[in-house]
């Protein structure tokens, strides 16, 4: 699961903005994500408590730190991605001391997600009011990757491995499943959705249907892994979803990923797959594969790297998702593998 959490961090750079006086840019120690700060506020060792991107925040620490202004939302107490003078900013930091006054304590608790009341911003999944929102089956898990920014060791050990960068997409996270008795279900996010009686059928029943994604399930489970669990993940695209980036006149889907009893199919394997099923065409854009990620990023941050036209229109792309060509786990982490959104689509797109 996608790490979320309001963290007590320290400094650990603080540097020129290029295109104002009275600012700085900072970051965080274990995180390479940019903020924009006062001049002179903090300095490398300050302890500061941060607030990641998609922080929601309660009126009353809004009105605290004085920050409605650079805030999103209709209720402004969003932390977004923005551009301030020129530079990208990603997240928020507070004084230690503010944030007890705030909380009225003299030690910072634990679990400040939880004590600030923060929540995470999650846009919406559903399309319809058609379908009801069930428990996932067994077979099929919550879908998150970590991003690049928070996970700067582990990107090192990604650095020197042979990978897969394929294109980030922006849609809506939907998986096709077969169990081992054969029964078919459609999933989003976090939720299984059963078709109501009598009533439209769901908005991801019809891409799955339409797209061969069922059909596509239960020939892998009927020709390659019988008495498996077979689960297809994609990224559904089109009018109504997540506002249509790229401008499709009707609903599709891309392809990232097959699961064998929860566990992915490693790359080299799944374009073989997709060829034998004949949804080779619906895989999501490869931008660079079988090669090294020091090697293709060739001296660029990732966060440049990420920036780049998309290739479904003609608009920058959301981002990447960098895979190992061979499937690897690591302890304490889960499934090897990363995202890195592009700062500038974020900010230009409000996202």
């Not at 230690?96 to 911003?121: M, N, Q, R």
């Not at 939907?174 to 009686?197: G, V, W």
């Not at 999501?284 to 966060?303: D, F, H, K, S």
């Amino acid at each position: 699961m996608s790490t979320f959490a309001v963290e007590l961090k320290r400094i650990s750079k603080v540097y020129p903005h290029p295109n104002a006086d009275r600012l700085e840019l900072g970051q965080v120690e274990g995180m390479t994500f940019q903020f924009v700060i006062p001049k002179t506020a903090y300095k490398p060792g300050d302890e500061v408590v941060y607030f990641p991107v998609d922080s929601l925040l309660l009126q009353e620490l809004v009105q605290q730190q004085n920050i409605a202004n650079f805030l999103a939302g209709k209720d402004k107490n969003r932390i977004k991605t923005v551009r301030l003078r020129g530079e990208i900013s990603q997240g928020y930091v507070a004084s230690v001391t503010s944030i007890k006054e705030f909380l009225k304590v003299d030690t910072l608790p634990a679990d400040l997600t939880i004590a600030l009341g923060v929540t995470k911003y999650e846009p919406p999944e559903i399309m319809t009011q058609v379908g009801n929102l069930v428990r996932l089956p067994e077979q099929v898990y919550v879908y998150d990757i970590e991003g690049c920014d928070r996970f700067p060791e582990i990107v090192e050990k990604l650095m020197d491995e042979k990978v897969v960068i394929t294109e980030k997409l922006e849609g809506s996270n939907m998986a096709t499943t077969i169990n081992i008795d054969k029964k078919i279900s459609i999933c989003q996010h976090k939720y299984a959705i059963e078709n109501i009686p009598d009533k439209e059928e769901h908005t991801f029943w019809k891409i799955s249907r339409q797209e061969g994604l069922i059909d596509a399930v239960t020939l892998l489970q009927n020709n390659y892994f019988p008495g498996c669990a077979v689960t297809i993940r994609s990224e559904a695209l089109g009018p109504s979803i997540q506002g249509n980036y790229y401008n499709f006149k009707n609903h599709t889907t891309r392809i990232f990923d097959i699961e064998v009893n929860r566990k992915a199919i490693e790359f080299t394997d799944l374009e073989v797959l997709l060829d034998k099923i004949g949804l080779r065409d619906k895989f999501v854009p490869v931008i660079a594969c079988n090669i090294t990620l020091r090697e293709w990023l060739n001296g660029r941050t990732l966060q440049q790297a990420s920036n780049g036209k998309s290739t479904l229109i003609d608009k920058i792309r959301e981002g990447i998702v960098i895979k190992p060509m061979r499937e690897q786990f690591i302890m304490g982490f889960g499934r090897l593998f990363l995202k890195q959104r592009d700062p500038v689509y974020l900010d230009k797109t409000g996202n």
